[in-house]
């Protein structure tokens, strides 16, 4: 049959199970390809579906099945109890004899999002959207360091309100909200305890305004579906998307979406915009207004705004310009970044 269908796909998704309390059905996933951090390339991600309360654990690779179920024991299970159901993609860990036969003797059922519907296991998934939405802020410049930010990132997770609930994750978990940094202001006499407490503070402020700002304008986003193009002014400040621009870092997952902030030079026509670009960049300066956002304060070290430095040689460009085009230019190390 050679007609292409103009039907709606048959088959609506099917929902999980509602759970009527905490961790009695959890979802799972993996965050995979990261750059090593104290050995360490994969996070194992585990979110309870009631409370959206979830634990982020730091492994050494991809793990097999039973290496996955040991983890879920340790981090998971002996604080919370067995659950009622585990759901997950497809991978090989997930669709073997082990896993199906582990649980099955401990009582616990297995489900499996469909092969081209991912969404029954939505939870996880933005989960990993968030958690390396939250790395980006501290880590695009040094993303070797990724795993010393984990504990802040669950922590701000399990401290966000959440609009299903109306509870933190805490909350609906321990029944209470644990305090944040409830040390007095005075420094302490321990130079080492005292900057660990002030570093703390700096991280989890600016880490909560991020968060918190990033999920008001997916909210906005969500509510409005607006398509009309923001139009821009000579002199306008904004932030450049790196989606067909290729950085010289190691892992594009914590990698800056944005770099910038560069001003608005003229606009070409309704939709194309010129920019006033660093000498060293050589790429052709106009953009599609899908490319570039309003520049807004940074909520964050990694994205404040900071001096160029020339590359030491001249970038490897692939393409002649990126007028929304896919091919992909190449940048040198250095640049200032927006992470959101």
């Known amino acids: 049959m050679s007609t292409t269908p103009h039907h709606l796909p048959e088959g609506k998704l099917l929902p999980l199970p509602v759970p009527h309390r905490t961790w009695t059905h959890l ?21 309870d579906r009631f409370s959206k309360a979830c634990k982020f654990v730091p492994l050494k690779g991809l793990p097999t099945a039973l290496e996955t179920a040991e983890a879920l024991f340790h981090h998971a299970f002996r604080h ?28 616990v059922s297995v489900s499996l999002s469909s092969g081209y519907h991912p969404q029954t296991n939505g939870q996880s998934e933005r989960k990993i959207q968030e958690l390396c939405r939250f ?29 299903t609930t109306g ?23 321990v130079p080492a305890v005292d900057r ?13 305004a991020h968060l918190q700002r990033a999920i008001r304008r997916h909210k906005d986003q969500a509510d409005t579906r607006q398509t009309h193009a923001h139009e821009y002014q000579p002199g306008d400040l904004v932030w450049l998307s790196t989606r ?22 003229t606009q070409i026509n309704p939709v194309t915009y010129r920019l006033k670009l660093p000498d060293h960049y050589r790429i052709a300066p106009s953009f599609h207004v899908s490319l570039l956002k309003p520049y807004t304060e940074p909520v964050s070290p990694s994205s404040t705004e900071h001096e160029l430095d020339p590359p030491h040689s001249p970038p490897e ?24």
Do not use: M
């Open 80 to 107: 919370f109890g067995l659950p009622e159901d585990i759901v997950s993609d497809r991978r090989p860990q997930f669709i073997s004899r082990v896993w199906r036969e582990f649980f099955n003797l401990l009582g």
């Open 196 to 208: 660990w407490f002030r570093e703390s503070e700096q991280d989890w402020n600016a880490a909560h």
């Open 135 to 163: 790395l980006r802020v501290y880590c695009s410049n040094h993303q070797e360091t990724w795993s010393q930010f984990l504990p802040w990132a669950e922590y701000t997770q399990n401290s966000l309100r959440q609009e």
């Open 27 to 47: 979802g799972v996933d993996f965050a995979t390809d990261l750059p090593p951090s104290k050995g360490f390339t994969t996070i194992l991600v585990v979110v």
């Open 244 to 265: 067909d621009i290729r950085l010289h870092l190691p892992c594009r997952k914590l990698s800056p979406r944005y770099i910038g902030p560069f001003p608005v030079l």
């Open 167 to 189: 509870l933190t994750p805490f909350q609906c978990v321990l029944g209470f909200q644990p305090p944040l940094f409830p040390w007095a202001e005075e420094p302490s006499d």
């Open 317 to 340: 460009i692939h393409g002649d310009n990126i007028y929304g085009s896919r091919r992909s230019l190449t940048l040198g190390d250095g640049v200032a970044n927006s992470s959101t």
